[in-house]
T-cell receptor, first 118, second 109 residues
Framework: QVQLVESGGGVVRPGRSLRLSCAAS????????MLWVRQAPGTGLEWVAV????????YYADSVKGRFTISRDNSRNTVFLQMNSLRVEDTAVYYC???????????WGQGTQATVSS | QTVVTQEPSLTVSPGGTVTLTCGSS?????????PNWFQHKPGQPPRSLIY???NRHSWTPARFSGSLLGGKAALTLSDVQPEDEAEYYC?????????FGGGTNLTVL
């Protein structure tokens, strides 16, 4: 069955970095775009970033542009989110999501908690 | 700044029908916005329900249906069950980015 397993969350100081990973299995990872979505405490879902199936296209929400980088390794069926210059407002549960064709979002991981606090 | 708007909260009786809507500050929502709908319950990851306006996933119960209604995307729940109580989010495409609505808290009472 399809599995998306996020890891890499933790507690960091403002201005520091975290690298999230999402290991995928059970579907053709190399054919699927992948996204990161987050949910800050007490708020709704926020789309963060997307990467195309081959990594050639990447897009970001304005709130993270210039600080976050999405990447993927199709040989390892893994997508990453490098988060630099972290702010308190980046505190959230981060989910990875599969998009096997444009506009068709399918499977979600369980999420990983990233907390930015002084 | 583009905003996607949903009803903050709705209440429905068990066995009833309710429609949630999803609008855009830029104008009418069309199929080109690739409307998606998600269900989110506390302590669980979100679950995808509807894609491309009106397509159910294999796991989506038939009582959930998507459509375009009056310039908005809509999610209709028929024969509502107690387990349908949840937060519901829509997601729209504004090439090349995506924006979530603020969510609708659905109470089954």
């Amino acid at each position: 069955q399809v599995q998306l397993v996020e890891s890499g969350g933790g507690v960091v100081r403002p201005g520091r970095s975290l690298r999230l990973s999402c290991a995928a299995s059970g579907f053709t990872f190399s054919s699927s775009s992948m996204l990161w979505v987050r949910q800050a405490p007490g708020t709704g879902l926020e789309w963060v970033a997307v990467i195309s199936y081959d990594g050639s296209e990447k897009y970001y929400a304005d709130s993270v542009k210039g600080r976050f980088t999405i990447s993927r390794d199709n040989s390892r069926n893994t997508v990453f989110l490098q988060m630099n210059s972290l702010r308190v407002e980046d505190t959230a549960v981060y989910y990875c999501v599969s998009e096997p064709s444009i506009g068709r979002f399918e499977n979600w991981g369980q999420g990983t908690q990233a907390t930015v606090s002084s | 700044q583009t905003v996607v708007t949903q009803e903050p909260s709705l209440t429905v009786s068990p066995g009833g029908t309710v429609t949630l809507t999803c609008g855009s500050s830029t104008g009418a929502v069309t199929s080109g916005s690739y409307p998606n709908w998600f269900q989110h319950k506390p302590g669980q990851p979100p679950r995808s329900l509807i894609y491309h306006t009106d397509n159910r996933h294999s796991w989506t119960p038939a009582r959930f249906s998507g459509s375009l209604l009056g310039g908005k995307a809509a999610l209709t729940l028929s024969d509502v069950q107690p387990e349908d109580e949840a937060e519901y989010y829509c997601l729209l495409f504004f090439n090349p980015i995506w924006i979530f609505g603020g969510g609708t808290n659905l109470t089954v009472l």
